[in-house]
């Protein structure tokens, strides 16, 4: 039994390793895009659209992913995304290359890329589930942060060094090769995926969707957290979309680069923490915990200027940040039937993601017409916080910063009062060890 559990974690290790190396690409791609639109516009506008096209078709559509994941191959799903989502780089690069590139040609690229990747996430996140046991969830979900983490650790400061000595063209490419890498780690376990999953040929896909929607809704313990998740990202929404135009305001594209990548440095160490240290029990304190942390840090970045400060700030929020989704993923996993868990995560995703889209619409307006005209020389708020945090290009977006990161803060102390959360921990230590992912309301 035990030689079982671990050929069925060397298999999900060649599927991590390939989403690994696809993550690096993709943050290779949307760090240098996210620069080349500013110094083409000098706007958060253009960075926040690119990063709405980039997310949006993805969050719409991943309750169809997620059916498709419970009703076909989800290896096969997976290639299919994987292999979508390079043909939108490839229209972007063939555009670049005759040297007539707008930047409606970018964002019609990264929503057709958004679109096959709403075919691979929910399978990917589901996969998970196939391939490792109930004890290993914790470890596992760890280490596919760990991966998330590449995007942010790795991709930047590359991104950063490539684009002083080469081209974004250049880029793209890689991230294409990137991709073909994880479809060639899928087809490495090509036999290892099995799910039994009843009458898939004879349901009608709505009905598909409605399960999983009545599956989320009807765990009142996994709704709210779901809905808790939603707030939390409305706010970081806004982090991920306006930390490059705060701190290409008064720096370049190599410091941002080192920025992101040092700073992630924490959220390496807490994955590598909790991929390495299996946890059983306490995810709701865990989950409180870091929500309040990342909160003080996200706070803490808008209040200097001082680049040493803000990636301390930055290191400390992006340590938190794994210990927020891993405490989420387990507590939501263990709640949850693994026949059913392909349209649970697409339901979820969508629902969970939508803080994002919302922020995503929202950031690049609110920093160009609101906050950074507040906080310029004679802005309405120049002459009394602006005097705490300093004026000019940017320092309305760290207003935002700040204003955000004391929301998440209370997020997090409501959430310790909360009993239906604390349901769910309850439902994990109560299931019996084979029976992974069953569903306990």
Same mark, same amino acid.
């Given at each position: 039994?035990?030689?079982?559990?671990?050929?069925?974690?060397?298999?999900?290790?060649?599927?991590?390793?390939?989403?690994?190396?696809?993550?690096?690409?993709?943050?290779?791609?949307?760090?240098?895009?996210?620069?080349?639109?500013?110094?083409?516009?000098?706007?958060?506008?253009?960075?926040?659209?690119?990063?709405?096209?980039?997310?949006?078709?993805?969050?719409?559509?991943?309750?169809?992913?997620?059916?498709?994941?419970?009703?076909?191959?989800?290896?096969?799903?997976?290639?299919?995304?994987?292999?979508? =989502?390079?043909?939108?780089?490839?229209?972007?690069?063939?555009?670049?290359?005759?040297?007539?590139?707008?930047?409606?040609?970018?964002?019609?690229?990264?929503?057709?890329?958004?679109?096959?990747?709403?075919?691979?996430?929910?399978?990917?996140?589901?996969?998970?589930? *196939?391939?490792?046991?109930?004890?290993?969830?914790?470890?596992?979900?760890?280490?596919?942060? &760990?991966?998330?983490?590449?995007?942010?650790?790795?991709?930047?400061?590359?991104?950063?060094?490539?684009?002083?000595?080469?081209?974004?063209?250049?880029?793209?490419?890689?991230?294409?090769?990137?991709?073909?890498?994880?479809?060639?780690?899928?087809?490495?376990?090509?036999?290892?995926?099995?799910?039994?999953?009843?009458?898939?040929?004879?349901?009608?896909?709505?009905?598909?969707?409605?399960?999983?929607?009545?599956?989320?809704?009807?765990?009142?313990?996994?709704?709210?957290?779901?809905?808790?998740?939603?707030?939390?990202?409305?706010?970081?929404?806004?982090?991920?979309? @306006?930390?490059?135009?705060?701190?290409?305001?008064?720096?370049?594209?190599?410091?941002?680069?080192?920025?992101?990548?040092?700073?992630?440095?924490?959220? &390496?160490?807490?994955?590598?923490?909790?991929?390495?240290?299996?946890?059983?029990?306490?995810?709701?304190?865990?989950?409180?915990?870091?929500?309040?942390?990342?909160?003080?840090?996200?706070?803490?970045?808008?209040? =200097?200027?001082?680049?040493?400060?803000?990636?301390?700030?930055?290191?400390?929020?992006? =340590?938190?940040?794994?210990?927020?989704?891993?405490?989420?993923?387990?507590?939501?996993?263990?709640?949850?039937?693994?026949?059913?868990?392909?349209?649970?995560?697409?339901?979820?995703?969508?629902?969970?993601?939508?803080?994002?889209?919302?922020?995503?619409?929202?950031?690049?307006?609110?920093? *160009?017409?609101?906050?950074?005209?507040?906080?310029?020389?004679?802005?309405?708020?120049?002459?009394?916080?602006?005097?705490?945090?300093?004026?000019?290009?940017?320092?309305?977006?760290?207003?935002?910063?700040?204003?955000?990161?004391?929301?998440?803060?209370?997020?997090? @102390?409501?959430?310790?009062?909360?009993?239906?959360?604390? =349901?769910?921990?309850?439902?994990? *230590?109560?299931?019996?060890?084979?029976?992974?992912?069953?569903?306990? *309301?």
């Amino acid at each position: 039994m035990e030689h079982t559990v671990q050929k069925s974690f060397r298999k999900f290790l060649v599927v991590w390793f390939g989403q690994l190396i696809s993550m690096i690409g993709i943050g290779l791609t949307a760090f240098s895009l996210g620069v080349y639109a500013f110094e083409k516009t000098n706007t958060a506008t253009s960075v926040a659209l690119i990063t709405l096209f980039t997310f949006l078709p993805n969050i719409l559509l991943r309750p169809i992913g997620g059916v498709l994941a419970d009703r076909f191959d989800r290896r096969t799903m997976m290639i299919i995304g994987d292999l979508g =989502s390079a043909a939108g780089l490839i229209f972007i690069l063939s555009i670049m290359l005759t040297g007539d590139i707008q930047l409606w040609h970018i964002y019609v690229g990264v929503a057709f890329s958004s679109v096959f990747s709403a075919l691979q996430s929910p399978a990917y996140k589901a996969s998970a589930t *196939d391939l490792l046991d109930k004890d290993q969830f914790s470890k596992g979900s760890g280490l596919v942060q &760990l991966a998330e983490s590449s995007k942010f650790l790795f991709s930047p400061i590359i991104a950063g060094i490539l684009l002083s000595i080469t081209t974004i063209e250049v880029i793209l490419v890689i991230n294409i090769l990137t991709f073909l890498v994880a479809i060639l780690a899928v087809l490495v376990i090509q036999k290892s995926m099995k799910v039994e999953r009843e009458d898939k040929d004879n349901k009608n896909w709505m009905i598909d969707i409605q399960e999983g929607w009545r599956e989320v809704v009807t765990n009142k313990g996994v709704l709210l957290l779901v809905l808790i998740i939603s707030l939390v990202t409305f706010y970081l929404g806004f982090l991920e979309t @306006l930390i490059g135009p705060m701190l290409l305001s008064f720096t370049d594209a190599k410091t941002l680069g080192t920025f992101q990548s040092v700073s992630a440095i924490g959220m &390496l160490i807490s994955s590598l923490c909790i991929g390495i240290f299996t946890m059983t029990k306490k995810y709701a304190s865990v989950l409180v915990m870091g929500l309040i942390l990342c909160g003080l840090s996200f706070s803490l970045m808008g209040v =200097s200027t001082n680049i040493y400060f803000i990636i301390f700030a930055g290191f400390l929020f992006l =340590s938190s940040l794994p210990f927020v989704n891993m405490s989420a993923d387990v507590l939501v996993r263990n709640n949850i039937a693994n026949e059913k868990q392909g349209r649970v995560w697409g339901i979820i995703g969508i629902l969970s993601q939508l803080g994002f889209v919302i922020a995503y619409s929202l950031a690049g307006f609110l920093a *160009d017409h609101v906050f950074n005209p507040l906080m310029m020389e004679g802005g309405a708020l120049a002459s009394s916080v602006g005097q705490i945090i300093g004026t000019g290009p940017g320092r309305g977006i760290a207003l935002l910063f700040i204003i955000a990161g004391l929301f998440v803060m209370l997020i997090g @102390l409501i959430t310790s009062r909360l009993k239906m959360i604390k =349901s769910l921990e309850q439902s994990t *230590d109560i299931a019996p060890p084979d029976s992974a992912g069953l569903a306990h *309301d």
